[in-house]
C-alpha cells in the first residue's frame, strides 16, 4: 500500500511560482506512474501532469505545459510539480496521484487509485 502526502500550498501573487511536493511511503515512486490534478470549486477534476518512470514518458495538459513541470527526487521518495507563471484560473486543490506500473500514460482520474489529500493553491490578481 502506498501513501502520499502533498505539501507546498498556499497563496502567490499572479506571475509568481509555487513548488508542490508529494511525500511518497510505502514503496519507492518509480515503481508507480505518478501524477497531478486540481480541482477548482464546481469543476471536475483536472490532468495536470504525469510520469512514467519506467517507460521514461512526461506528458502535460495543454494548460500547463510550458510553465508546469513534473519532477521526482528518489533520495527523498518525493515528486514535485513546479508551477510558473501562475494565474487566477490556476486556484484550486491540488493532489498527486499514484497508479500501479503498466504502459502509457493515464490522464483520466478514474485511472489512479492512489491520492494524497491535497493542497490548497491560491492565485490572487
Known amino acids: 500500500q502506498v501513501s502520499l502526502v502533498e505539501s507546498g500550498g498556499g497563496l502567490v501573487q499572479a506571475g509568481g511560482s509555487l513548488r508542490l511536493s508529494c511525500a511518497v511511503s510505502g514503496r519507492t515512486f518509480v515503481s508507480y506512474i505518478m501524477g497531478w490534478f486540481r480541482q477548482a470549486p464546481g469543476k471536475e477534476r483536472e490532468f495536470l501532469a504525469a510520469v512514467n518512470w519506467r517507460y521514461s514518458s512526461t506528458i502535460y495538459a495543454d494548460s500547463v505545459k510550458g510553465r508546469f513541470t513534473i519532477s521526482g527526487d528518489s533520495a527523498k521518495n518525493t515528486v514535485y510539480l513546479q508551477m510558473n507563471s501562475l494565474k487566477p484560473e490556476d486556484t484550486a486543490v491540488y493532489y498527486c496521484?499514484?497508479?500501479?506500473?503498466?504502459?502509457?500514460?493515464?490522464?483520466?482520474?478514474?485511472?489512479?487509485?492512489?491520492w494524497g489529500q491535497g493542497a490548497q493553491v491560491t492565485v490572487s490578481s
Open positions: 496521484a499514484a497508479e500501479d506500473p503498466r504502459i502509457g500514460v493515464p490522464r483520466r482520474s478514474d485511472e489512479y487509485d492512489y
